[in-house]
């Protein structure tokens, strides 16, 4: 038998109610090979990041917000009918690796303290879990995910993890065990904690769909399934049943929210589909991504990011943007991690269209003896796939396009 993997987010777990439907979705499928990824409860991420800053910035609040988050906690675990003292030694390790935190390393402190969110989640969920007579076994991420040093943003060993699914997960699902693991977080070789990057969860099931092999994943989301606009952003956006990978990465490479965009490569690299759908609908079945041979009639797919900064970098001389010119751009954006949303050059500038990014301007000050930097912020980076010129019109009215970019499927404007 083939498993499946299960993806729960924040919104899927923010209170007991949600937990207790999740509960009841698991022992739906519970005669399936099961394992079961989630992330940290509600907003909880967001939390333990704000307590990091205050603490790092030596506001006592921190500690306020800590409580809180216990609390929250604790009344979960009461509403749940679970051990009111289950947390106590998490709570407590946590406040002890706040107090240690500092901006000397900013990226390693945040792992260290921010992983904390989903090893509470998974703790409530596995105790809630067992409550109900499902077969779980808990299983520590960070011992099975490896990762290597690059806190805040770590990379995936794939060997070594498909080793450690191997020997740990494969034998527990022929038991008839239901695997429970936290998403985001990993285990670097030095024994430290470390994550993948916000909203990595994803991310998570997917490599161990992969290194298992799963039949299919499955992201139980707060929404019916992928749409072709965020619902929030555009009142009329609709589902798209059926998706591509390829449409699929392409959408969350250019910033659409519903899936991590690094969720795809390991499932297609093995063509296991991917299906979005709610855990609040049982009777809709979602979205459905995979390796469709059968030509689609994509609405037109629109993705619009805020926060946009256009960077012009300009040779100081008149003289051309010379590769080598890109090369030295190109090291300080890979050393400072700041990633391209959007890049055009041309005689003697090169301009790329980036998130608003506190890093950059310590990059900028290697460049600057070099180049001329304008900077202009507050603007959106609109990406249409499948356009057409009414919807271009549509989206763009009153807008001023200070750059556009168009192949024959998609077109990017950077609009103010
Ligand atoms: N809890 C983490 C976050 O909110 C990971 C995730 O939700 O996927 O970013
Ligand atoms: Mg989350």
């Known amino acids: 038998m083939q498993a499946q993997v299960f993806k729960f987010g924040g919104a ?3 209170d007991a109610k949600a937990i207790k439907n999740v509960g009841s979705i698991i022992q739906k499928f519970s005669a399936n090979q099961l394992i079961v990824v989630v992330s940290a409860l509600g907003k909880t991420t967001n939390l333990l990041e704000q307590i990091l800053h205050a603490k790092i910035a030596d506001n006592s609040i921190w500690k306020r917000i800590l409580s809180e988050l216990k609390q929250s906690h604790y009344n979960i675990l009461e509403q749940l009918g679970l051990d009111e003292t289950l947390l106590d030694n998490y709570f407590y390790d946590l406040e002890k690796q706040f ?4 901006k000397e390393q900013y990226d390693f402190h945040y792992d260290q303290t921010v992983s904390y969110g989903e090893m509470l989640s998974s703790t409530i969920i596995s105790a809630y879990l067992m409550k109900i007579n499902l077969p779980i076994e808990l299983l520590d991420a960070r011992k099975i995910i490896n990762t290597d040093e690059h806190y805040r943003d770590a990379n995936v060993q794939l060997h070594l993890t498909q080793k450690n699914i191997h020997d740990a997960v494969k034998s527990l699902l022929n038991k008839g065990k239901i695997v429970l693991t936290q998403g985001f977080i990993g285990g670097a070789k030095n024994g430290d904690t470390t994550t993948l990057g916000r909203e990595g969860s994803d991310y998570t099931a997917a490599i161990i769909s992969h290194c298992i092999y799963a039949a299919n994943m499955t992201i139980w989301k ?7 606009a965020d619902p929030k952003q555009f009142a009329n956006a609709q589902i798209i049943k059926q998706l591509s990978y390829y449409e699929a990465i392409e959408m969350t ?3 659409a929210k519903v899936i991590h965009p690094k969720t795809i490569k390991p499932l297609q690299n093995l063509n296991i589909p991917l ?8 009777e809709n079945c979602g979205t459905t991504i995979s390796s469709t041979h059968l030509p689609i009639e994509y609405p037109p797919l629109i993705v619009l990011k805020e926060n946009q900064s256009l ?18 751009i190109f090291t300080v954006f890979a050393d400072f991690r700041v990633h391209q949303n959007l890049m055009q050059n041309g005689a003697i500038s090169f301009s790329c269209c980036i998130d608003k990014n506190d890093r950059v301007e310590d990059g900028f000050i290697k460049l600057r003896k070099e180049f001329k930097i304008l900077v202009n912020e507050n603007l959106q ?12 019109q549509q989206l763009t009215k009153g807008k001023t396009i200070l750059l556009e970019q168009k192949s024959r499927n998609t077109i990017q404007l950077v609009l103010q």
């Open 253 to 255: 490479y250019f910033g």
């Open 99 to 102: 107090e240690k935190a500092d």
């Open 311 to 328: 960077i012009s970098i300009q040779t100081r001389d008149f003289s051309f943007i010379s590769e080598k010119h890109l090369q030295h």
């Open 381 to 392: 980076l609109l990406t249409i796939r499948h356009y057409n010129d009414a919807i271009i």
């Open 222 to 228: 707060d929404v019916e399934g992928v749409m072709n």
């Open 12 to 14: 899927s777990i923010k």
């Open 275 to 282: 299906v979005v759908r709610s855990f609040e609908n049982l």
